[in-house]
Structures are given as structure tokens and as C-alpha cells.
């Protein structure tokens, strides 16, 4: 997959949602989590966006168990529908994360890999946010930082990192969540934020503070 330029992801967990979200968007997320069969059902896709696959655990804002998670991930990176994964840098960077089995399915079969951090509680400080995109981005093709602003402060630090990290070549999907961080959806993109996430649907929004797929298609063209 090719991120050189902003892509919209639709998020679901039912890939039967496809043919909606093709006015708007660039692939579907597909929330392996929320789904009851996820391999099942990308076997079964025949689709026209690319999909990206996620598979978020219970301690990262999802409903995954542990159990199999990684596998499940790793043999969605082989499917030939899967354009992208996504696997959580706690995963892949904490003593016990087993995150590097999906990584390394990706490689092998060239799927790409969005390594990806999200903070539900707040946000850290500008240094902390700049570490944790920083090690996203040496580890995936794409770094990938969701947080969560308790001020204007913090979405303009989340603006900067992703300015600076932009800037100097990095590839990198940055998100503000929240009320406070809501706008940031939009407006990343001005900074550098390759990829955005969007239900077709916006009772079926995956974070909080998510945009529909066309309202926030809409504030793009808008915006730039």
C-alpha cells in the first residue's frame, strides 16, 4: 500500500459495509476484533478498497483477548485482501508484547505495517508524545499516535510532533480523540497525518470523537 499521499480509512467490524464507504474513503479498517469470524469474513470479501487490518486488544481499546490475537493478525497480513496491518507498539516493544509475529508475516508476504499507540486517558508531554511516534515510525512502515487532549496545549503539541516528524521524512497518522482533540482529525492532515479513520456510519464510530466518512471527507476539501 501506498501512503505518499493522505489515505481515508472506513472502520468497521463488518466488512459487508464495504460498498458505502467507497464514495468516501481509500480502504476499509477492518476491526478484526468486533467481528465474530474475522478470518472467515476476509476470506469472503470481494470488496474494492484494500483493507487494513486490526486486531485491538481489550488493554488498548479493544475487544480482543490476547489468546490468539497475533495469530489471527498474522495470518490476515497472508490474506491476499489485506493491503496493511496494524499491530500496537506495546506489542511489539514491552517484554511480554508478541506483536513481531505479525510484523514479520507482513514483511514476508509485503503487506504493509502501521505501528500504532493510543493514550484513552490523556495525552503525554510534547517529549513523550515525539518517543512514543518516534519508535511507531522506526518500526512500521507507518507511525501511528491516537490521544487523548485535556487542553488546546495538548492538540497543538500533537500538531508539532506531527509537523516536525513529517518534515523529516517520517510517515505518520496522528489523531487527537476526545471532544477536545476531535478537530485534530481534520486538521493533522495539514501537518503531515497520512491516514485518518472514519466510520460510514457515525453511530458506529471505533474511538471517540471520530467524524463520519463524509463529513470528515468534507472538511478536508474544505480545509485544503
Given at each position: 500500500m501506498d501512503f505518499q499521499d493522505f489515505l481515508l480509512a472506513a472502520s468497521t467490524g463488518d466488512l459487508s459495509t464495504e460498498p458505502a464507504a467507497r464514495e468516501h474513503a481509500d480502504l476499509v479498517e477492518f476491526r478484526m476484533d468486533l467481528a465474530e469470524d474475522p478470518l472467515a469474513d476476509l476470506?469472503?470479501?470481494?470488496?474494492?478498497?484494500?483493507?487494513?487490518?486490526?486486531?485491538?486488544?481489550?488493554?488498548?481499546?479493544?475487544?480482543?483477548?490476547?489468546?490468539?490475537?497475533?495469530?489471527?493478525?498474522?495470518?490476515?497480513?497472508?490474506?491476499?485482501?489485506?493491503?496493511?496491518?496494524?499491530?500496537e507498539l506495546d506489542s511489539l516493544v514491552d517484554e511480554d508484547g508478541d506483536g513481531a509475529e505479525a510484523l514479520a508475516a507482513a514483511r514476508s508476504t509485503d503487506t504493509a505495517t502501521v505501528v500504532s499507540a493510543h493514550d484513552f486517558e490523556g495525552a503525554p508531554a510534547l517529549s513523550g508524545m515525539a518517543d512514543r511516534l518516534g519508535e511507531a515510525?522506526?518500526?512500521?512502515?507507518?507511525?501511528?499516535?491516537?490521544?487523548?487532549?485535556?487542553?488546546?496545549?495538548?492538540?497543538?503539541?500533537?500538531?508539532?510532533?506531527?509537523h516536525e516528524y513529517s518534515a523529516a521524512g517520517m510517515t505518520v497518522a496522528t489523531m487527537g480523540m476526545g471532544e477536545l482533540g476531535r478537530h485534530t482529525r481534520a486538521v493533522a492532515p495539514l501537518y503531515g497525518s497520512i491516514l485518518g479513520y472514519a466510520p460510514v456510519d457515525p453511530e458506529d464510530a471505533t474511538a471517540p470523537g471520530q467524524y463520519s466518512a463524509a463529513a470528515l471527507r468534507g472538511l478536508l476539501a474544505d480545509l485544503r
Open positions: 476470506d469472503d470479501y470481494g470488496g474494492e478498497l484494500p483493507v487494513l487490518a486490526t486486531n485491538r486488544p481489550e488493554w488498548e481499546g479493544g475487544e480482543a483477548d490476547d489468546e490468539g490475537r497475533i495469530d489471527a493478525l498474522a495470518e490476515a497480513a497472508r490474506t491476499d485482501c489485506v493491503a496493511a496491518i496494524d499491530v515510525c522506526s518500526l512500521g512502515d507507518v507511525g501511528k499516535l491516537a490521544v487523548t487532549p485535556t487542553d488546546r496545549g495538548d492538540a497543538l503539541n500533537l500538531l508539532r510532533v506531527t
